[in-house]
């Protein structure tokens, strides 16, 4: 099991009336994240093997940093993602439309409108209201090219990983036009231009340049309405989302410090999971 | 255990539904001349009329990579599992397929079975408008329905008379009836029947022989009229798009974490085979078809009005949300369809205007479930409002 877990030493779990947990099984990663009253707590972040596995993984790999609490102790699991369905331990599902758009607006505030949601499989657009209730969606068509696996197979090609590869991308300003219509194409004509010579870092740039114009055709055909939060695992990835940002002329709200993008729908299925355990008790 | 009543009926028209071939070869044993077509355009009623059985090909859903050494890559699925059925000799019984110049993905398919896949001979690409709305429109196709009709007489060495196409559109316009009857049924607060039932139904008639296809309807509706029904639970949500023959899309959406029934499919593989009628009783029997199919429900590919540029297809849906009342809508196409996803571009801000959500979910060989999944799952939770 690769992955790692944080916690908020301030909380104590003991003292918490209601614990809830979210677990975003994706299609790279699995996300578990905990809830004390509300209040985030804990979290952890594992690379995605089956998604059975990789549910528990993730859940067993927060519980560790949470000095005793058990699963058991935990009053409502709410699952969403990919493989939302093979979390045995949850009560229920949750779409990750419906969380991100939760997790989205409890980390940014009630502004956010639109949720660029770039993940390791999928990267949809989220229409939501100032309570985090999505009112309406847009998923990528059936193409790799935008989402986090296509920027991972291209790490693999140029033997560089993702953090680098989006330095890099960010400082070269002179780059080749690549495919933006399908990830193999761009990596096929990348590496004919590395046969010809043409710079490393040029390629990394012109690569991160097409998948941000895919990207950003599909915000533009779901239309942003302000504010705009990109998250997900490639929110991270400046090298693409700053130029999502000026291919859209529109600024995202900026990036939380305190908080993984990643985790956001994790967050919003801990919310789902707080909200009903709440509606139980009243 | 064997089903009785209804069930009985619809698990029929689903077994023809999942072994097409070898309900088409058991006709073939019967004796009966078969005609394979690609496109609803093409009017079955001319080969009804010389007694020849019209089905359409439909698609196995099974990976073809061998259709791609004949089409290109970036034709629909749906085209290349046409193809591949040619390719395959899954209908190598059949006496005929025949095409109408319709969709060029479609097109293509009907090609490789022309060229590759022993056809050669007993082949026809009817010509068929460009653009339907235009005055030229009719008359270009009573030339073309006219050469359908001699081309098929030469076939059969018979005469087509016009008192056999009178009973050939007859024939057909009750199969019409009784399907429209069939759908009609989901308006009720408790419908005696499913969607995806409905839909299964609606998908055998399109490869079976209509008089026997007929006798099944006219048996499940009477016996669905004695059955109490029951109460449609969750959200209602009609599917409007492309051709779609996998049954699994349609059962999904009766089968998510939440409560929904589809009520609805407006696509050339339900409502837009059927929902039309040739006018009985003319004089010129060629003519009336051609002002039958003109005004079908439009297929997008053929779908815009010279001048303005409007759809009327649209007009259609937008009846059909007000009589089934869903409260969603699904967008559905082919990968690498072309019209299909374009007039969902001005569709949905129709849809949106509306107030009722939608999504839209892209078809491919095989049917991505967990994907479809979390889209209708979501597009459900989004008109049930669900907050945290």
Known sequence: MSGHASISEKLDWTKARVIAAGVDIGAVTSKALILLDGEPYASSQVVTRTPKESAVDAVNEVLKKTGGLKLENIHSVVATGRGSAQAAFAQRTVSEIACAAAGAVRIWGPSVRTVLDAGGQSCRVIHCTEKGRATSFLWNDKCAAGIGRSMEAFGDLVKKDLTEMASIALESDKFPKLSDFCAVYAQSEALDLARSKVPLEEL???YHYAMARRISTLVDRAGVKKDLVIIGGLAKNTGIMNWVESILKVSRLAPKSEWDPALTTALGAALYADGFCKRQHD | MEKKGSD???????????????????????????AGYMCTHVPEEILYA???????ILTSHESQA??????????CS???????????GNYDHLDLIVTSSSCIHMGEAFNVWARFAGFQEKSYLMQYPHIIHTKPAG?????????FREFVEKLTKRRI???????????????RRLLKRLWELLKRDKPPITGPEVATATLASQ??????????LEQLIERLEAEPGKALSGVRLIVTGGACDDLGVFDLIEHLNYDASLVFVESCTAARYFWFEVPEGREDKIKALAEGYIEKIPCPAKDTVPGTGEKKRFRYVQQFIEDFKPDGVVFLYQRFCSPQPMDVVALKPIVDKLGIPSTELELDTTVPIAQFRMQLEALVEIIKGVTP
């Open chain 1, 204 to 206: 990394i740039a012109g």
């Open chain 2, 8 to 34: 009985a009926i619809i698990e029929h028209f689903r077994y023809i539904t999942a072994n097409t071939p070898e309900y088409t070869r058991s006709l073939k044993e019967k004796g009966r001349l078969l």
């Open chain 2, 50 to 56: 010389a007694g020849i059985v019209p089905l359409r």
């Open chain 2, 66 to 75: 061998m259709t791609r050494g004949y089409i290109h890559e970036t034709y």
């Open chain 2, 78 to 88: 749906f085209s290349h599992d046409c193809a591949y059925q040619g390719l395959q």
């Open chain 2, 139 to 147: 008359g270009f196709m009573v030339e073309s329905f006219g050469q």
């Open chain 2, 161 to 175: 008379t016009d008192d056999d196409l009178e009973k050939a559109i007859k024939v057909y316009n009750h199969n």
């Open chain 2, 207 to 216: 490869v079976m022989d209509k008089q026997e296809c007929n006798e099944m």
